[in-house]
């Protein structure tokens, strides 16, 4: 069986993690998949959009516990094991907003603890109504501090405080409204509506939209001063591209753009 499945589709991937029996763990193997995968596809650039789904009953209930505990069998109590596996999960967390594609979370059922982070790493996510979103490791004594970064970073921190400390989950509304996630469709509905939107961004300007992806994160951690500086000149580099001079000439003249890439 293949952990993670993968589908390529004119310009956009389809990535599926593929371990139902496990509702799609954060499993060592899970996360060298998506390593190896994402470095993959980062390095390919007739692929524009990567979209990323779960087979079976949960989008992804976080990391595996069971492994975890093995990993406490150590003479140190799991401490190097434990650091390296969070170094890992967060280098693919780092992973997904440094390659160029767009990355749409597609999610159903269950996003829990670093299933839950994913889901907020991810540039859009679509979810299917009667999703529940959660970051429920303090309800077994387990302080969700690495999905909590992601989460504060997409909705507002006492909302991000509440469900970290009380373990709650949140439904597919809920999440939408506080901008976890950015549409919310019934689940007959979700492969075809992701497949939309992915299609949508994969029509762009496909270098563009790399150049946009990249300051889109960078220009986060800055000043708003440093950070229209910044944008200014990616301006300049998106507006000396060829592609570019076509498409505000296509616009201009009523046609479509006849572009490179």
Not at 147 to 161: D, E, G, Y
Request: proline share 3%; charged share 20%.
């Amino acid at each position: 069986m293949t952990i993670l499945e993968v589908e390529s589709d004119g310009a956009v991937a389809r990535l599926t993690m593929n371990a139902p029996e496990r509702l799609n763990a954060l499993s060592d193997e899970m996360l060298a998949a998506l390593q190896t995968t994402l470095d993959k596809i980062a390095d390919t650039p007739s692929i524009r959009v990567v979209t990323l789904a779960g087979r079976g009953k949960a989008f992804c209930a976080g990391h595996d516990l069971k492994q975890m505990t093995a990993m406490r069998q150590s003479e140190d109590g799991g401490a190097a094991a434990f650091k390296d596996l969070f170094e890992r999960c967060s280098r693919v967390m780092a992973r997904i907003q440094s390659m160029p594609q767009p990355v749409i979370a597609q999610v159903h059922e269950i996003a829990t603890a670093a299933g839950c982070q994913l889901v907020a790493t991810c540039d859009m996510a679509v979810a299917a109504e009667g999703t529940r979103f959660g970051v429920n490791g303090v309800n077994i004594g387990l302080f969700c501090s690495t999905p909590m970064v992601a989460l504060s970073r997409n909705i507002p921190r006492k909302q991000a405080f509440e469900m970290l400390t009380t373990g709650d989950f949140i439904d597919a509304s809920h999440a939408q409204e506080l901008g976890l996630v950015n549409r919310v469709v019934p689940e007959h509905e979700l492969a075809m509506e992701t497949q939309a939107l992915a299609d949508q961004v994969a029509a762009k300007l496909g270098v563009a939209v790399k150049i946009g992806k990249e300051a889109f994160y960078a220009q986060l951690q800055i000043s708003t001063d440093q950070a229209y500086a910044y944008t200014g000149d990616v301006m300049v580099e998106n507006m000396l591209h060829r592609d570019t001079e076509e498409g505000i000439s296509a616009f201009l003249e009523k046609r479509d753009p006849n572009w490179e890439q």
